[in-house]
């Protein structure tokens, strides 16, 4: 008997796969038989990414989401796929009163925007196939809680949940689910442009106050979760927020 959660013979587009969460995702996915399309912005990243997964026919499509032309050609070239992640995600750190609307602006189009119009474009181009299931990688952070000096995050991540409900409905009638993952902090590389403010021993103190289960989260956590929403065992699941962050939002 097959399990309900195996991705055997689904393809799987991850983007954002490059690193941290993104590749976490698309490891595992591989090993429970997903054929995985690789995407990021780069070649190299990538490449040491499908060194690690498993099984066979993967492949790499490098595009810059925040380009709708680079969205449009990465959706000509794909095969009908069975599931997308749309991981792709950058921070930035400002208090309100230094917001600058070009930096808003480039938060909201890596965050926002590209997953929003490229659903729209493999929608429009008929790239996902009926029972189909798109996970979005949304945050804790402006959809369950806010953050200080964090606010244009919060506020891209809040708006793409937003649009996460809508699309659920929309797709609905086509058997096509939609849903998000709420991860809490997550330690990878994308933390790295917050170090000067942020150090381990902020971390380390954040683990033990803040967190119930008393550490911070590793990319498979957030793929296990992914998994169950990519998979049958979740057939009628959708427009749901799955919350992976070791009981932060129960403080």
Same mark, same amino acid.
């Given at each position: 008997m097959i399990s309900p959660f195996s991705l055997e013979g689904k393809t799987v587009l991850v983007t954002g796969s490059s690193s941290g969460i993104g590749r976490g995702i698309a490891v595992e996915c591989s090993k429970m038989g997903a054929r995985i399309i690789l995407n990021g912005r780069s070649m190299q990243r990538l490449e040491e990414t499908m060194t690690l997964l498993s099984g066979s026919g993967h492949? &790499?499509?490098?595009?810059? *989401?925040?380009?709708?032309?680079? &969205?449009?050609?990465?959706?000509?070239?794909?095969?009908?796929?069975?599931?997308?992640?749309?991981?792709?995600g950058i921070p930035q750190v400002c208090p309100v009163k230094h917001i600058k609307r070009g930096e808003l602006e480039d938060i909201f189009s890596v965050?926002?925007?590209?997953?929003?119009?490229?659903?729209?474009? *493999?929608?429009?181009?008929?790239?996902?196939?009926?029972?189909?299931?798109?996970?979005? &990688?949304?945050?804790?952070?402006?959809?369950? /809680? #806010?953050?200080?000096?964090?606010?244009?995050?919060?506020?891209?991540?809040?708006?793409?949940?937003?649009?996460?409900?809508?699309?659920?409905?929309?797709?609905?009638?086509? #058997? &096509?689910?939609?849903?998000?993952?709420n991860p809490g902090l997550v330690p990878t590389n994308i933390l790295h442009l917050t170090n000067s403010m942020f150090s381990e021993e902020h971390h380390a103190d954040i683990m033990l106050?803040?967190?119930? *289960?008393?550490?911070?989260?590793?990319?498979?956590?957030?793929?296990?979760?992914?998994?169950?929403?990519?998979?049958?065992?979740?057939?009628?699941?959708?427009?749901?927020?799955? /919350?992976?962050?070791?009981?932060?939002?129960?403080n």
């Open positions: 492949s &790499i499509i490098e595009a810059d *989401l925040s380009n709708q032309s680079e &969205i449009e050609k990465l959706v000509q070239s794909i095969p009908q796929i069975d599931g997308c992640v749309f991981c792709a965050n926002t925007l590209a997953p929003i119009m490229m659903t729209s474009a *493999l929608a429009k181009r008929k790239k996902i196939t009926k029972g189909a299931s798109l996970v979005f &990688i949304e945050s804790i952070s402006g959809v369950y /809680v #806010g953050t200080r000096g964090d606010v244009s995050y919060n506020a891209s991540k809040a708006a793409l949940n937003g649009f996460v409900k809508g699309a659920a409905l929309e797709f609905a009638s086509q #058997g &096509i689910r939609v849903n998000a993952v106050n803040s967190y119930p *289960l008393k550490r911070l989260g590793k990319p498979e956590d957030i793929a296990y979760g992914v998994i169950y929403l990519l998979s049958d065992a979740s057939g009628w699941v959708t427009g749901t927020n799955l /919350v992976i962050d070791g009981g932060y939002v129960l």
